[in-house]
T-cell receptor, first 117, second 111 residues
Framework: GAVVSQHPSRVICKSGTSVKIECRSL??????MFWYRQFPKQSLMLMAT?????????EQGVEKDKFLINHASLTLSTLTVTSAHPEDSSFYIC?????????????FGPGTRLTVT | RKEVEQDPGPFNVPEGATVAFNCTYS??????FFWYRQDCRKEPKLLMS???SGNEDGRFTAQLNRASQYISLLIRDSKLSDSATYLC????????????FGAGTRLFVKA
């Protein structure tokens, strides 16, 4: 149980285009999902916390107009990178916290590797 | 000061060795503590939760010292398959639960 999927796993796009990444909890409901970014040889950095039915909470320094988050259901959150630039190239990972579990228990998707050319 | 700090690593150890990872956190209001494992270019996976009483899972032992704001992970009888990055993770309630990851410690186990 506790499987999280992400789609796509890898995407290459041109500078200026937008990319949408989906995160789904397959066998549990998740009121809260998290979006992280990880650059090579660095730790995960939390970008935003996504709550079903309400606006996402963004971490300091993360542009909410550039990284659009929608959490429309208890099993799906999407991250849209708008007007992507090469510096947005990174590994984006989502995680989902089961509604009936403790605050630190979260399950990660396999990640999406974004390359902006 | 980082909110969660770990040994810089990398740790290079032979098979069968015992290796210990340390982690400190700065916010005394931290409530939950975890060790995650991350393989290269993969997502993190929960290794174990950490409790004040200490907990053990096979070759892995985790300890928490709230007074010192210190967490440890001990791996006994290291296997080649233990090679990975180990992430110390702290969760706290700041008006909504927030999870903070340490930078990770890379472990290489050699034959």
């Amino acid at each position: 149980g506790a499987v999280v999927s992400q789609h796509p796993s890898r995407v290459i796009c041109k500078s200026g285009t937008s990319v949408k990444i989906e995160c789904r909890s397959l066998d549990f409901q998740a009121t809260t999902m998290f979006w992280y970014r990880q650059f090579p040889k660095q730790s995960l950095m939390l970008m935003a916390t996504s709550n079903e039915g309400s606006k996402a909470t963004y971490e300091q320094g993360v542009e909410k107009d550039k990284f659009l988050i929608n959490h429309a259901s208890l099993t799906l959150s999407t991250l849209t990178v708008t007007s992507a630039h090469p510096e947005d190239s990174s590994f984006y990972i989502c995680s989902a916290r089961p509604t009936d579990r403790g605050p630190g228990e979260q399950y990660f998707g396999p990640g999406t590797r974004l390359t902006v050319t | 000061r980082k909110e969660v700090e770990q040994d810089p690593g990398p740790f290079n150890v032979p098979e069968g060795a015992t290796v210990a990872f340390n982690c400190t956190y700065s916010n005394s209001a931290s409530q939950s503590f975890f060790w995650y494992r991350q393989d290269c270019r993969k997502e993190p996976k929960l290794l174990m939760s950490v409790y004040s009483s200490g907990n053990e899972d096979g070759r892995f032992t985790a300890q928490l010292n709230r007074a010192s704001q210190y967490i440890s992970l001990l791996i006994r009888d290291s296997k080649l398959s233990d090679s990975a990055t180990y992430l110390c993770v702290v969760s706290l309630n700041t008006g909504g639960f927030k999870t903070i990851f340490g930078a990770g410690t890379r472990l290489f186990v050699k034959a």
